[in-house]
C-alpha cells in the first residue's frame, strides 16, 4: 500500500489495535500472522531493538521481509536502535508502510522523517515516558505518526505508565488533527479507556492479544472499547 492510502486507512479505521509482534510465537510465525489475519488484524507492529537503545534484542529486517507475502495487513516498524538512519532503506524494502524511530535516539529529527517520506513511506516519531512531548516540537509538520511509550521499552509484558494518556492529549494539542498517534506498552482491556479519550488512533497490543485464547476476540473487544471511550470524549 502506498503512503497515502496507508494514511488514509489508519485515519479512516481508528481506533485500531495493531498487534505487537514482539510477543509472538516465532516458531510458527506464518501461522500466527493467519491467525492474526482471520481476527482481522488490518496492522501489525513490528519491535525492532538492537540490545543497545534498548537492553534487549528481537529480529530485523530479513524476518519482517519474510513475513511481507503473508498478510495484506499495514506493516508498522517501531525501530528501537542506536542508529536508524544507517538501517532505515532495509525496513523500506521489508516493505514496511510506517517506519518510527525515537527523538532520544535521533534528536535532530527532520532529515531522516523527510527520508522516510521521500521513500513513499510514512514517518513516524517515537517518545519515552521520561521524555517530554516539547522535544518534539521540531517534528511538526515533518511526520505522519506520533508513537507514545507507555512502557519504558525493551520488553513486552509490563505496567502501563499512569499519564501516558495526558502525554496523548498533549502529543494531539502539539501536531493538530490530522496526526496518527499512536500508544505502545501495556495497553489491554482495563487501560485502552484511557489514551482512546485523550485522542489517541492506533494501539500497539502484545500481552493482551497473544496471551488471549481468541486473538480475533481481543482485538474486537478492545477495539470496542476504544471507540466507545472515543465518542464519549
Ligand atoms: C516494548 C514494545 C512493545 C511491546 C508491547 O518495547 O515496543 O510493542 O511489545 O507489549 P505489551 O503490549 O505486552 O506491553
Ligand atoms: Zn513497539
Known amino acids: 500500500m502506498n503512503a497515502s492510502a496507508s494514511l488514509a486507512a489508519l485515519r479512516s479505521q481508528a481506533p485500531v489495535i495493531a498487534p505487537s509482534m514482539l510477543k509472538c510465537d516465532f516458531g510458527n510465525l506464518r501461522r500466527e500472522i493467519e491467525l492474526l489475519d482471520q481476527g482481522q488484524a488490518s496492522v501489525l507492529h513490528w519491535d525492532v531493538m538492537d540490545g ?35 538501517y532505515v532503506d532495509e525496513y523500506v524494502h521489508a516493505g514496511c508502510e510506517a517506519i518510527t524511530f525515537h527523538i532520544e535516539a535521533v534528536p535532530q529529527p527532520v532529515e531522516l522523517l523527510r527520508r522516510i517520506r521521500s521513500r513513499g513511506c510514512l514517518a513516524g516519531i517515537a517518545i519515552n515516558p521520561q521524555t517530554p512531548v516539547t522535544a518534539l516540537a521540531t517534528a511538526v509538520g515533518e511526520c505522519d505518526l506520533v508513537l507514545v511509550m507507555s512502557v519504558e521499552p525493551g520488553f513486552g509484558g509490563q505496567s ?18 490530522s496526526i496518527v498517534i499512536s500508544i505502545d506498552g501495556g495497553i489491554g482491556t482495563q487501560t485502552i479507556s484511557g489514551p482512546a479519550a485523550a485522542g489517541c488512533d492506533l494501539f500497539v497490543a502484545g500481552s493482551s492479544v497473544f496471551d488471549a485464547p481468541d486473538y480475533g476476540q481481543a482485538i474486537q473487544s478492545m477495539a470496542a472499547l476504544a471507540r466507545t471511550a472515543r465518542n464519549a470524549s
Open 52 to 86: 543497545h537503545f534498548v537492553p534487549n534484542l528481537s529480529y530485523g529486517a530479513m524476518v519482517i521481509s519474510r513475513s511481507r507475502p503473508l498478510t495484506r495487513a499495514i506493516f508498522d516498524a517501531h525501530l528501537m536502535i542506536s542508529d536508524p538512519a544507517k
Open 160 to 177: 502501563f505508565i499512569a499519564g501516558s494518556s495526558e502525554k496523548v492529549a498533549a502529543v494531539r494539542a502539539l501536531f493538530g488533527p
